[in-house]
C-alpha cells in the first residue's frame, strides 16, 4: 500500500521556523524524486521545492529561494522541507507527492493528504 504521510506542520508566527516530513512507504522510494507543494484557500496549488531521486538536484518557487531547504534521507524514505523566515504569505496546505523519475518534472505518480502550515501572529 502506498503511502506518503506529511507531518510538522502547524502554526508559527512571522519570522518563525517549521521542518516539514513526508515519510514514505510502500514503492522504492530511491527511485522517485519527491515534491512538496502548497494550497492556500482560493488559490491554485503551486509547486514549491522538489529533489532528485539522487539529491543532487533541487528546484525553489521564486518566493521561497533562501528561505526554504529541502533534504531526503534515502535509508529513512524521508524527504524534508527546513522553512525559515516564515511569512504569512505561506500559510497554506502542503502536499508532497512522489514521481518515478530521476529529476524533478510536472509529473506525479503519488500524492500525500497534506498538513496545514498557518503563519500568523
Known amino acids: 500500500q502506498v503511502q506518503l504521510v506529511e507531518s510538522g506542520g502547524g502554526l508559527v508566527q512571522p519570522g518563525g521556523s517549521l521542518r516539514l516530513s513526508c515519510a514514505a512507504s510502500?514503492?522504492?522510494?530511491?527511485?522517485?524524486?519527491i515534491g512538496w507543494f502548497r494550497q492556500a484557500p482560493g488559490k491554485e496549488r503551486e509547486g514549491v521545492s522538489c529533489?532528485?531521486?539522487?539529491?543532487?538536484?533541487?528546484y525553489y518557487l521564486d518566493s521561497v529561494k533562501g528561505r526554504f531547504t529541502i533534504s531526503r534521507d534515502n535509508a529513512k524514505n524521508t524527504v524534508y522541507l527546513q522553512m525559515n523566515s516564515l511569512k504569512p504569505e505561506d500559510t497554506a496546505i502542503y502536499y508532497c507527492?512522489?514521481?518515478?523519475?530521476?529529476?524533478?518534472?510536472?509529473?506525479?505518480?503519488?500524492w500525500g493528504q497534506g498538513t496545514q502550515v498557518t503563519v500568523s501572529s
Open positions: 529533489i532528485s531521486r539522487g539529491g543532487s538536484s533541487t
Open positions: 507527492a512522489a514521481g518515478r523519475r530521476e529529476w524533478c518534472t510536472n509529473e506525479y505518480d503519488y
Open positions: 510502500g514503492f522504492t522510494f530511491r527511485y522517485y524524486a
